[in-house]
């Protein structure tokens, strides 16, 4: 069973996000509303795969995945983001960034992302 | 033709335009201009007024008002003209008499008046040249006047463009913001139907219906924030030596092609310097918005056309093509003719060619939309000298 931490500043995203990832058998470890937390999180439950928003109040989504590539450079962290700008993009794609799903997106598309990355595939900038 | 735009685009692009109450802001090479429900631009005069910044109803004013004092004084220095040649001619009438009666006395007066005549009229030829002389002057005056007028009026026509500028700058953030936020709730209402669907098996066909269409509300709301996004969000080109006919191929993907739909590609191919992911936007757009005119049945024919320097893409379908005042909005933004466009489609397409420094028009018989693009497009990135 794939282990995920799930952040996001918004309550009911997140709401959704796990319970979806949780009827897909994925097992939730974690969640948090801001960057720090991700980080946090990551050290304390070393999960699988990481769901982290960019966009949040003062510690955003590109700290904290700078964070944990730091920590772990082959971690698997999978951005979510509703700015579909190419600075996001490219400032993603150095901060390697293992995917990008933008928002809203379709819950299967990104179960199978999940998967992709799980099993390993760089899926930087997945269009959808 | 209708406009439709493809889905799944994303955005890049800005150019800020508006049609607000009292503002339109031209932004396909036209002079950048004002109307304002204040400050009205007269509508004989508004080409050149337009071409020049400046305001028509003022100048007019002016130049009448300079007319009629040069007129005036034409007028009355003809009129003193008359009366004064009378006046000599009276004189001289009189010196003649003296000449006829008295002439063996008086011999020298006759010469007198005549001299008096002459410097008369030397007076009079003065008083001409002067009032001349003055009439220019005052034309001259009248026409700096005007000139340091029309200055002024042009500074305060380019201060109040700044103005609203900013103020289109501002609302376009407003949107770009708004649209960024919607994607949120958006997000909550998508994922929760999602997981409602799963369970779909225990609704009623109703409650699936229901379902469904919710789930079709959300992606057009998603779809019209694309497109509003799509126009209003600015970022620069990320220019690459790209073939158009791959560009066009990959464009087609995107769109939905029904089996009755002929489409002809290009025979010839050609690379040019430009932004991959743009372009298929707008190859995009232009030709779902064929499909659309054709109404799923004919012809879509595209061209590539070298010349010189710049190179024309035509997209050429067998519609009926549009009405001359369908056309005259074509490229305005949220101007739609179809039940589900959004009206941001040619506008997009409209702001990424310009960024591209290039031209789209669109022609009748047949209805055919032209994509010109520079060959040799300047990098950004490059004189950073940064290489993509």
Same mark, same amino acid.
């Given at each position: 069973m794939i282990r995920a931490i799930v952040v996001d500043d918004d309550q009911t995203v997140l709401e959704v996000i796990c319970e979806f990832l949780q009827m897909e058998n994925i097992d939730v470890v974690g969640r948090g509303n801001n960057g720090k937390e991700a980080v946090e999180l990551y050290r304390k439950l070393k999960p699988d795969i990481v769901l982290l928003d960019v966009m949040m109040p003062r510690y955003d989504g590109f700290y904290a995945l700078q964070q944990i590539r730091q920590y772990n450079p082959s971690?698997?962290?999978?951005?979510v983001t509703a700015d579909l700008t190419y600075e996001t993009e490219k400032k993603l794609k150095e901060l390697q960034a293992s995917a990008i799903a933008y928002k809203p997106y379709d819950v299967d598309i990104l179960i199978e992302i999940i998967q992709q990355v799980n099993q390993g595939k760089q899926t930087c900038s997945v269009n959808f | 033709m209708l406009l439709k735009e493809p889905h799944d685009q994303k955005p890049h692009k800005k150019e800020i335009l508006s049609n607000t109450d009292d503002v339109t802001i031209s932004y396909r090479g036209e002079p950048s201009f004002l109307l304002t429900s204040e400050k009205s631009i007269n509508q004989t005069n508004d080409s050149i007024a337009l071409k020049s910044n400046w305001h028509a109803s003022n100048i007019s004013i002016k130049l009448i008002a300079g007319f009629l004092i040069i007129c005036v004084l034409t007028v009355m220095v003809g009129y003193l003209g008359l009366i004064a040649?009378?006046?000599?001619?009276?004189?001289?009438?009189?010196?003649?008499?003296?000449?006829?009666?008295?002439?063996?006395?008086?011999?020298?007066?006759?010469?007198?008046?005549?001299?008096?005549?002459?410097?008369?009229?030397?007076?009079?030829?003065?008083?001409?040249?002067?009032?001349?002389?003055?009439?220019?002057?005052i034309a001259i005056w009248m026409l700096c006047s005007i000139k340091k007028t029309l200055q002024l009026e042009k500074k305060s026509?380019?201060?109040?463009?700044?103005?609203?500028?900013?103020?289109?700058?501002?609302?376009?953030?407003l949107a770009?913001?708004?649209?960024?936020?919607?994607?949120?709730?958006?997000?909550?209402?998508?994922?929760?139907?999602?997981?409602?669907?799963?369970?779909?098996?225990?609704?009623?066909?109703?409650?699936?219906?229901?379902?469904?269409?919710?789930?079709? !509300?959300?992606?057009?709301?998603?779809?019209?924030?694309?497109?509003?996004?799509?126009?209003?969000?600015?970022?620069?080109?990320?220019? !690459?030596?790209?073939?158009?006919?791959?560009?066009?191929?990959? !464009?087609?993907?995107?769109v939905d092609n029904p089996e009755n739909v002929q489409l002809n590609y290009p025979n010839n191919?050609?690379?040019?310097?430009?932004?991959?992911?743009?372009?298929?936007?707008?190859?995009?757009?232009?030709?779902?918005?064929?499909?659309? !005119?054709?109404?799923?049945?004919?012809?879509?024919?595209?061209?590539?056309?070298?010349?010189?320097?710049?190179?024309?893409i035509e997209f050429i379908d067998t519609g009926p093509g549009f009405s001359s005042h369908v056309t005259s909005k074509l490229f305005d933004p949220l101007f739609t003719t179809k039940v589900y466009g959004t009206g941001f489609g040619l506008a997009s397409c409209t702001s990424i060619i310009e960024q591209h420094k290039g031209k789209i028009f669109v022609?009748?018989?047949?209805?055919?939309?032209?994509?010109?693009l520079p060959k040799e497009q300047i990098d950004s990135t490059k004189v950073d000298g940064e290489m993509l």
């Open positions: 971690a698997k962290v999978i951005m | 040649t009378q006046q000599v001619e009276n004189l001289y009438n009189f010196g003649l008499g003296m000449t006829t009666f008295e002439s063996m006395l008086q011999g020298e007066s006759q010469l007198g008046i005549k001299e008096g005549a002459s410097y008369i009229q030397l007076g009079i030829l003065t008083g001409v040249g002067l009032t001349i002389v003055s009439s220019i002057g026509l380019i201060t109040e463009f700044q103005i609203k500028n900013e103020r289109l700058l501002a609302m376009s953030e770009a913001r708004l649209g960024h936020d919607l994607r949120n709730p958006l997000m909550v209402i998508k994922g929760t139907l999602d997981v409602m669907k799963v369970y779909s098996k225990n609704f009623d066909e109703k409650t699936v219906r229901r379902i469904t269409r919710l789930c079709t !509300a959300v992606s057009s709301m998603t779809r019209l924030i694309d497109h509003m996004l799509n126009f209003v969000k600015t970022s620069n080109l990320e220019i !690459a030596n790209n073939s158009i006919c791959q560009i066009i191929k990959s !464009a087609i993907i995107k191919d050609l690379k040019i310097n430009c932004d991959y992911r743009l372009l298929e936007i707008v190859f995009a757009n232009l030709v779902s918005n064929a499909i659309n !005119a054709i109404k799923g049945k004919g012809q879509i024919t595209i061209r590539i056309i070298e010349r010189k320097t710049e190179v024309l022609k009748n018989n047949p209805t055919t939309f032209t994509v010109v």
